[in-house]
Structure formats: C-alpha cells, structure tokens
C-alpha cells in the first residue's frame, strides 16, 4: 500500500492521531502506577513490606512502542517542514527514560523487600519515582490539548493546506502489507470520514466529555477513590478484626522524664500510650507488639515502641516487657491474651525533643490490598492527641512529726498514700514475725529474726521505716500489680545534710518478704551523722517532702 503525502495525512489526522497518543499513554500510567504505588505501601508500611514485586509485561512495552513510533514520525515530518520539535523531543527523552527507570525496578524492589537499603536511600528512590511519575500527566495535558485544536497556531498549518492544494507536497511513503485491497481501504476511509465528522459536528460536547473522563481517571489513578484504611479517634473501641481483639486507648502523654522526675536523654522526648487489649474470640490470639508503630504525620515517620524504656514510665502502668511471651518463627515479641481477661500496658515511643509539637497517629499494620492493579496499604489508624506534660515542678513540704501522712491523690497514683510514723538506722534490724505451725495450725507472732548491712557493710547501712504505703488498685500502677517494694525503688529518694554539706542518693528496698508494718531500706553510712534527713517522693513534676529529722530536733 502506498500512503501518499504524508504530511497531508499527519495535518488532515493531527488531532485523531493525538487522541491516539493520549490514550497509549493513558495504558502506560495505569502500568507504571502499580510501581509507584508499590514504593508508597513500602514507605507507608514502615518501610517494610510482604507484598509480591510487580514486574514489567508486554502491556507495558506495546503502548510506550507505539508512542515511540507515533512521535518519531511527527518529529521527521515536523523538521522537513521546519516546524518546532521541541515538545516532541522531550516526550520521546522522557519515554526513554521512563522505560529504562521501570527496566531497573525489579532489582530496586528486590532490594526493598530484602532489606538490604536504608530508609534515606528508600526515600531517594520513592522520590525519584514521584519525579520520573508525574510528567507522565503533563504528556497526557499536552496530547489532550492537541487533540482539541489548541495551541496549533504555531505550526501555520492553514499555509500548509494552500500550498498542498498546489500540490506541492508530493512526498509518498511506501509500506508493505498483505491485505492491500480497495474495499478494506475504503471502509476505512469511511469510518475514519464519519468519526471526524461526528467529532466535528459535536466537538464541544465531545471535549467536554474528554475531559471528564480524564479526570476521572487521574482521580481513579491516585488512589482517592479508595482507602483499606480504617481510622478512629483517640476515644474509640477500636477493633482488630483480624486477631479478634479490641483496643481502648487512655490519654496518651509526651515526658521527657521518667516516673521519678529525672530527665532521660538530654535530646530526647517520649510518647508514652496506655493500651487496654481484650480478646473477642473464642481463640486466644498472638499480638505483636511490633505491629502498633507511631507515626509522625509531619515528618512522615514510623517509630517502633521502645522496649528497653519502658519500666521508666511505671506510674502509667507496667510495661509490656513484664507480660509472659511467645516469640513466633518471624521477627517481633508477642503476648498472650486469654478470652475475657483484658490487660492494660504501656508502650513508650523515643522521639527527638523538637518533635513534641508535631502530629501522631498510632498505626497497626495489616499489610495491603491490590485493587485494579494498584497497591494499597491495610491499616487501622488511631489519632492521637497527646498531652504534653509540664515540666514545671510542684513541690509539698510536711513534717513527720506534725503530719506523717503523704497524700498522693494530685498526681497519676491517684489515692496512694504513704504514712511513716519514725525510724530508726542500724547496721541489724531485729523485727517480730508471725508463722502458723504446720502441725497444730496456730499463728505465733512472737517470733524474732534479723536482717543486717553484712553484704554491703563498708558503704551502706540500714533505714527502718515504720509505717504503710498504700497504693490505689485503680491507679495504672496499682493495675500492674506494682508493689511497695516497686515503689520505693521507682519514686523515694533520701535526702541529708552532714557537715554543712547536702546529699542526697535513691533509696533501695531491703525488705525481708517475713516483715509486715514496716520497710527496711539501704542508705549510705555517713547518714548516722546527719544533722537532718529527708524523705522525697517524686512523681514526676510533683515532688513531696517529708522531714523525718531537722537541724533543730539534732540540736535538742
């Protein structure tokens, strides 16, 4: 077949033929979007991600092969005539670099799923993928434009039409096919004549429904037309299908401090979430805590629950590192919850200092859904609105003698109270004790028995206290079951004065499991010289003293 003046043909068809390149290029974006969206589900997963890696198919390679082509033959026309190229130029540079970007996906995703990459050089290449992504559109702009007759001005084809109805374009092209008869071309002809001319006939409505529809397919493409993201607020029951339990969150709270009110990392801030699970199925559920991620929506970041400080934030419950565990075949500490029973933990988040203000959500992920050839991640978002702690510190002066009564209910122990009523410092402490005897089932309390500083004689003795401390059963460190024990060694430090000179040291719990009403504690030796001695509780930013000795008593 010979096709005959073929710049002719390429004015006569100018906009058909970008309708053409539109929707090639309309396939290739729905191809190269399941990559993109591919890096988005390993970044929005924690840059993680268990998902098969898409690979490039034929679908891929026939449009791009046909806007190559396509392009190649308008640039030729083009600069015979001396028409500008350049828009043409840069598309077929951008294809080209296009196909060899999606060429060398596989192996970058390879190395995503495997690990083997940073999380700087993951966002290098989620962020070269956005860049190489997004002109795709703009190739899609310029073909819609040129398939609606704007912006042609420059390429004077009315000249043209004068000059070739002079018959002054005499160029022919000779293509080789095997169905070259007249009434295959003339059917054709004819259908190709009755599409421009219903186009014609109908050219507004037409574009506007070119335009809607690609509009609606861009809005198809980003994905907002559909989420597999669940998403409740702070106060929500939120529910884990998949492993049949259910959450509730307390009132999530940022600390640069532990539970004693001492700074933990200069340049660090903590986010510390009280969680209370319980199990809905019939089955008890494995639930790994590696699964509930915090996520920084301003700076874009997943942070893991941190287990190593954890046991610092005891006055908001127990840590989960206390819980009993399974460690399953894959990576991540797992607890066991019965049916029913319902636990409360906390998990605590190390976050830079200047992060505070920043917006968070906690996240559990249940890996991704593929949905017309895109990939979505799964997940339950919870929006959090944490409580920034004030680091303005309170402080509670008594006297043991006039009131021996500590009453913690202004701080997060709620109703605890501690009362000492005296003291006495030893280097042995002889106590009573009570035991019932096997054999006739009666309680003697008269026993005696001893405990001394022989382990640690040459730098500490003994502190008895007398007295009780009391811990609230609903406060979250009576929920954990956190003892006396836990307490003295979590939030009471001692402080004296020998010399003129003020020191001040925690104290550590010392008490035989035998002694009731009162608690025995270690303290440094040079306290049996001391003109004065307090008792410091600390929870927190509220500290509490109480005098147990003052300069003036020493003096009597």
């Known amino acids: 077949m010979i096709l005959r003046k073929p710049y002719a043909f390429l004015i006569k068809h100018f906009k058909i033929i970008h309708v053409v390149l539109l929707l090639l290029n309309a396939i290739v974006i729905y191809q190269v979007t399941a990559l993109v969206s591919f890096i988005n589900l390993y970044i929005q997963n924690g840059y993680s991600t268990s998902a098969d890696i898409p690979t490039i198919s034929i679908e891929f390679f026939i449009p791009v092969i046909g806007i190559y082509i396509i392009t190649i033959l308008i640039i030729s026309l083009f600069k015979n005539k001396q028409k500008p190229t350049t828009d043409y130029a840069l598309t077929l540079l951008y294809y080209t670099v296009l196909t060899i970007m999606c060429i060398l996906s596989k192996t970058v995703f390879t190395q995503l799923v495997e690990n083997t990459v940073n999380i700087t050089t993951a966002r290098i290449y989620h962020d070269v993928a956005i860049i190489v992504f997004i002109p795709q559109f703009l190739c899609s702009i310029l073909y819609l434009i040129r398939a609606l007759g704007l912006n042609v001005r420059q390429y004077q084809f009315e000249k043209d039409i004068r000059e070739l109805a002079q018959d002054s374009d005499n160029e022919e092209i000779e293509v080789s096919i095997n169905f070259d008869t007249y009434k295959q071309k003339r059917n054709i002809r004819r259908v190709l004549y009755e599409l421009w001319y219903y186009y014609k006939e109908n050219k507004l409505f037409i574009s506007v429904i070119l335009l809607a529809a690609l509009g609606g397919f861009i809005f198809y493409l980003t994905g907002l037309n559909k989420s597999f993201i669940t998403n409740y607020k702070q106060t929500d029951t939120v529910i884990y299908r998949n492993k049949g339990i259910v959450f509730n969150f307390e009132q999530p709270v940022i600390t640069d401090v532990d539970c004693g009110g001492n700074i933990i990392k200069d340049d660090k801030s903590y986010v510390v979430l009280e969680v209370y699970i319980k199990e809905t199925s019939n089955i008890a559920k494995n639930f790994k805590f590696s699964e509930l991620k915090l996520f920084d929506k301003t700076d874009y970041t997943y942070i893991n629950p941190s287990k190593d400080i954890s046991s610092k934030f005891l006055d908001f419950g127990k840590p989960f590192t206390n819980y009993l565990y399974q460690k399953p075949p894959e990576n991540g500490t797992s607890m066991m919850i019965d049916k029913d029973t319902g636990r409360s933990f906390i998990l605590a988040y190390e976050i830079d200092k200047d992060s505070v203000k920043h917006n968070f959500e906690a996240r559990i992920q249940q890996g991704y859904e593929i949905y017309r050839g895109i990939y979505y991640p799964k997940a339950i978002v919870v929006d959090l609105?944490?409580?920034?702690?004030?680091?303005?510190?309170?402080?509670?002066?008594q006297d043991m003698s006039t009131n021996p009564v500590i009453d913690l209910s202004p701080t997060i122990l709620k109703n605890s109270k501690i009362e000492i009523k005296g003291y006495e410092i030893?280097?042995?402490?002889?106590?009573?004790?009570?035991?019932?005897?096997?054999?006739?089932?009666?309680?003697?309390?008269?026993?005696?028995?001893?405990?001394?500083?022989?382990?640690?004689?040459?730098?500490?003795?003994?502190?008895?206290?007398?007295?009780?401390?009391?811990?609230?059963?609903?406060?979250?460190?009576?929920?954990?079951?956190?003892?006396?024990?836990?307490?003295?060694?979590?939030?009471?430090?001692?402080?004296?004065?020998?010399?003129?000179?003020?020191?001040?040291?925690?104290?550590?719990?010392?008490?035989?499991?035998?002694?009731?009403?009162?608690?025995?504690?270690?303290?440094?030796?040079?306290?049996?010289?001391?003109?004065?001695?307090?008792?410091?509780?600390?929870?927190?930013?509220?500290?509490y003293e109480l005098t147990l000795l003052s300069t003036k008593e020493k003096k009597k």
Do not use: H, W
């Open 426 to 543: 030893k280097d042995a402490i002889d106590y009573k004790f009570c035991k019932i005897d096997s054999q006739t089932g009666e309680k003697n309390c008269e026993l005696m028995d001893e405990v001394t500083n022989t382990e640690f004689y040459s730098t500490e003795t003994l502190m008895k206290l007398n007295g009780k401390i009391t811990i609230d059963p609903k406060s979250p460190f009576g929920k954990a079951n956190n003892t006396a024990k836990t307490f003295i060694n979590s939030f009471m430090t001692i402080e004296y004065e020998v010399g003129g000179q003020k020191y001040t040291t925690k104290l550590k719990d010392y008490t035989p499991d035998n002694l009731t009403g009162s608690y025995v504690v270690r303290v440094p030796k040079r306290i049996k010289n001391a003109t004065s001695i307090k008792i410091i509780t600390t929870i927190r930013f509220q500290k």
């Open 385 to 397: 609105d944490p409580l920034i702690l004030s680091a303005t510190t309170s402080i509670s002066s």
